[in-house]
């Protein structure tokens, strides 16, 4: 899946926990614009793992701050 | 001259602010509570009032065991008040020994090794055997010792939902061939006090060449047919790599440790930093521990009475109306959920002055944010007095509105 796809399938995995319906940047927060707590983030990732068939560690969820970056990390693992 | 710099305590302002609201509404300090005088396991005088305690870890009720006092008293006169030293160096006496050959013979395993909390068995052991490049597996509701081993070591972390069979399987499924994975699970969950599926769980990890860690420390000394906790009750202990437990639960003192039959588990006392850098419990403390354990190994009776205890709480209490964590009774804990913080620490307060202690439990240590009045069973509670406490329940309950 390219960057392209990577990122559309990621918009539509954070729609359902985007609950303020914020537009998405590259450099929009997960913890500050969107929001997300600790039981959100399980939930999401979750989504995202089963969706790509990857893992993402807690050591590497701690260096995603924003969607861009999110997008660049799944779009890696998945290679 | 210095800049005026950040004060380091402001992170905590939240917490302070939120805390001192509870106080100003009139509640007494949840977390500052002062048992004046313990009666028995299941007695004290707490801020001035004699108080059946529902709250403690004491589920065997061994702390007043004259035998455990005995042994504890011998050994403080033949052996002085503290060691003054590492396992590894000067801290080893033969009361050491002692209690691992206690435990050893508890679970019926080779090896055995005494830390100085449970705390520290789960940090120490989870911290050394993952390390960079291993992969740690683990239930999201862990608690925070396992959390903080996970934190200390460099192994890759990798959490799944509570008690979610198949999302552990998942996550197994993903890990990169030839990687060291360790599963880490809890027989009894503490903060709702149920208990895992062990059994599918364990069989899963070992399918995918897993080691696996099960924390069995609210189940010692009353789960299983032995008292080995879920592992045993489940019958897949022999499948467990390491079981880790404590000695400030139904032991009734303080430490931990980790059991294993794994060929080359001593070499953990040379390589396990938490193990080697700090102080060795005093030979009071294993003395008693050793002896509570032997007596453990014998108390079936207790251990029926405290299911007893436990279904009896349960259904009084569901009966009252009251939401509760588990819909069946499954251990010695019980957990009342309560609508929000600030009820739950009302409710706690009505219980305290009716004369009745149990844990308030609150974010973060507890899952999806819910605050809890965590109900905890002795063997030592008679009939009448899980009868009075359900009492308490209904008029304290009936005070604040819950039900």
């Known amino acids: 899946m390219d960057r392209a796809a990577v990122e559309s399938t990621i918009r539509r995995l954070i729609e359902p926990f985007n609950k303020q319906g914020i537009t998405l940047e590259d450099s929009s927060t997960f913890a500050g614009d969107l929001e997300f707590d600790s039981l959100t983030v399980m939930d999401f990732v979750a989504s995202i793992e089963d969706e790509f068939d990857i893992i993402i560690s807690m050591n590497q969820q701690a260096e995603i701050e924003n969607f861009g970056q999110l997008v660049s990390a799944v779009e890696k693992l998945q290679n | ?403």
Not at chain 2, 22 to 38: H, N, R, W
Not at chain 2, 271 to 278: A, N
């Open chain 2, 1 to 403: 001259m210095m800049d005026q710099g950040t004060d380091l305590f402001s992170k905590f302002d939240p917490l302070i602010q939120q805390r001192q609201q509870l106080l100003d509404a009139g509640i007494e300090d949840p977390f500052s509570l002062v048992m004046e005088k313990v009666l028995s396991p299941t007695r004290a005088i707490c801020n001035g009032r004699d108080t059946i305690l529902l709250g403690t870890y004491n589920y065997m009720g061994m702390t007043f065991d004259p035998d455990v006092i005995d042994a504890g008293k011998q050994a403080l006169t033949d052996f002085g008040t503290g060691t003054t030293g590492s396992r590894v160096l000067n801290g080893t006496y033969q009361g050491h020994k002692e209690c691992e050959d206690a435990l050893k013979e508890f679970y019926g395993m080779d090896h055995a090794m005494v830390f100085s909390t449970g705390y520290q068995a789960n940090l120490g052991i989870i911290s050394t055997i993952a390390g960079k490049g291993d992969y740690i597996v683990l239930d999201i509701d862990s608690h925070a010792s396992i959390w903080d081993g996970c934190a200390m070591g460099k192994a890759e972390i990798v959490p799944f939902k509570h008690n979610d069979i198949e999302a552990m399987e998942k996550r197994l499924k993903r890990i990169p061939e030839g990687a060291g994975i360790l599963v880490v699970l809890e027989g009894v969950y503490s903060m709702l006090g149920d208990v895992a599926p062990l059994k599918e769980m364990v069989a899963i990890a070992k399918r995918y060449g897993a080691m696996v860690l099960v924390d069995e420390a609210h189940s010692m000394g009353f789960i299983g047919e032995n008292g080995r906790g879920v592992a045993e009750a489940e019958g897949i202990i022999n499948d467990v790599d390491f079981v880790i437990g404590t000695f400030s639960k139904s032991v009734g003192t303080v430490g931990g440790f980790c059991v294993s039959n794994h060929p080359k588990f001593e070499i953990m006392r040379l390589v396990c930093r938490p193990y080697v850098f700090t102080a060795s419990l005093p030979p009071s403390v294993v003395a008693t521990a050793a002896t509570s354990i032997r007596k453990l190994m014998h108390g079936s009776n207790k251990r029926a009475h405290l299911w007893e205890n436990s279904r009896i709480l349960h259904g009084g209490l569901r009966n009252l109306g009251f939401q509760l964590g588990t819909d069946t009774p499954q251990s010695a804990i019980i957990a009342v959920i309560m609508p929000d913080l600030e009820r739950g620490a009302m409710m706690w307060e009505a219980l305290l002055k009716e004369g009745l202690y149990v844990n308030l439990a609150r974010p973060p240590a507890t899952p999806a944010n819910m605050t809890l009045l965590r109900c905890s069973l002795c063997a030592e509670h008679s009939a009448q007095e899980v009868q009075t406490i359900l009492g308490m329940f209904e008029r304290a309950g009936k005070i604040v509105g819950i039900i």
